[in-house]
């Protein structure tokens, strides 16, 4: 079996170094020296493109771009990868969602994932006038996703559910193939919801021991269910040719942060509901209050994990860092405990992606964990001095 890649895209900007903000911070608090234009990102998707990925995770909050326009926007650049459509169930009907995915796939047969988020931050749900509880959320997006899966499979649906109510809903023409819904969440709500509707259940990047529970949990409630689900992770990554190199990029990045600045995001990442962001801040919360963080290595929490990402941005907080062998060699630990599928990102993105494309994914290829096609095109030969290298 090989894994699918998949590479995210900061529709919030980008930088030399960790960009603050993200779920759980307020819009605006994301500090970035590089604009995410669409000239940029397309060369992101179409780097991703030729190293044989097969998508872009496209983030939906209030501190970002809206996904779907993006991903829009982004489908012409490439020609066969994929764009993982992050959205919030109850912000938008079921029915006009449904509309939205199976437009896109009409145009880009193949080519739309939705990632489905359903919200762990009650004030940035309030600024877009969704009031329900967190399980009353996840209740919604239970019904919401009862009404899309039936729409895809060319039924005409009617609920009257407690929060979703649409009468005769139907589609002109269902996608074909029918989206993949990706599906994450670390709360007891979030378990069943995951077990009925998620085609790939995704966490953010725990250390492996901490993975395979997530992975064994969902999976008991999925076979209840009748249902099988595939597994995905999100993650950074620092890979360079040497560890040294890397942990030496690390080290830049956290010298670059001051207290004030960690203790500020901090505060904003302390609101939060999320569960699976709990779990993200707990990972760094000794090294913040024995003021420890500012040495890079004393964030590693597992071999090669940093913690260090999550100082200052919400949501995915950990890295792999080390040298190309050896984030492949953590990657394997991940597949081990059940991984198909792992999302990166770095910073700036671009560049990383190059270093990540060019380092480890040959070794992947080598170990046969990953088949994703890739450019044909041999290296360059110069007249009188052979290939290039």
């Given at each position: ?261 960690v203790a500020n995001a901090q505060k904003g990442l302390h609101r939060s509901e999320s569960e699976g962001q709990r779990r993200m801040l707990a990972l760094h919360e000794e090294h913040r209050s024995n003021g420890t963080w500012s040495d890079a290595r004393s964030l590693e929490i597992a071999p090669n994990l940093w913690a260090g990402v999550g100082l200052v941005r919400g949501g995915a907080g950990t890295a792999l860092v080390g040298s190309h062998t050896e984030v492949a060699d953590r990657m394997a630990e991940y597949v081990d405990v059940g991984i198909d599928e792992f999302i990166f990102s770095g910073y700036p993105h671009l560049e990383e992606l190059f270093w990540f494309g060019e ?31």
């Open positions: 079996m090989s894994i699918q890649l998949h590479w995210f895209l900061p529709t919030y900007g980008d930088s030399r170094f960790i960009v603050g903000g993200g779920h759980g911070l307020p819009a605006g608090a994301a500090h970035s020296d590089r604009d995410a234009s669409i000239d940029y990102l397309a060369s992101i998707v179409r780097a991703a493109e030729t190293f044989g990925f097969t998508g872009a995770l496209i983030p939906t909050g209030a501190w970002c771009e809206d996904a779907f326009v993006t991903a829009a926007l982004l489908a012409r650049e490439t020609t066969s990868l994929g764009f993982l459509v992050a959205f919030r169930p109850g912000l938008v009907s079921p029915t006009l969602s449904a509309q939205m995915a199976a437009t896109f796939a009409r145009h880009a047969p193949g080519r739309i994932l939705l990632n489905v988020v359903v919200g762990g931050e009650a004030h940035e749900q309030r600024s877009f006038g969704d009031h329900l509880s967190k399980d009353d959320r996840y209740a919604r997006c239970d019904e919401f996703l009862d009404v899309v899966r039936g729409l895809f499979a060319g039924e005409t649906v009617t609920l009257a559910g407690k929060h979703v109510n649409v009468e005769e809903a139907a589609l002109a023409v269902p996608p074909n193939p029918v989206p993949p819904l990706y599906f994450g969440g670390s709360s007891p709500a979030a378990g069943p919801v995951a077990a009925r509707h998620a085609d790939v259940y995704l966490t953010w990047g725990e250390p492996p021991e901490a993975v395979r529970t997530k992975v064994e949990w969902i999976r008991g409630l999925a076979a209840k269910e009748g249902r099988d689900v595939r597994f995905g992770i999100r993650l950074h990554t620092i890979s360079r040719d040497t560890a040294d190199e890397a942990w030496a990029q690390a080290d830049r990045f956290v010298a670059a942060l001051d207290e004030e600045t380092g480890v994914v040959p070794i992947l290829r080598e170990r046969g964990l990953f088949k994703g096609g890739a450019s044909t095109a041999g290296p360059a030969s110069i007249p009188f001095v052979g290939s290039a290298r």
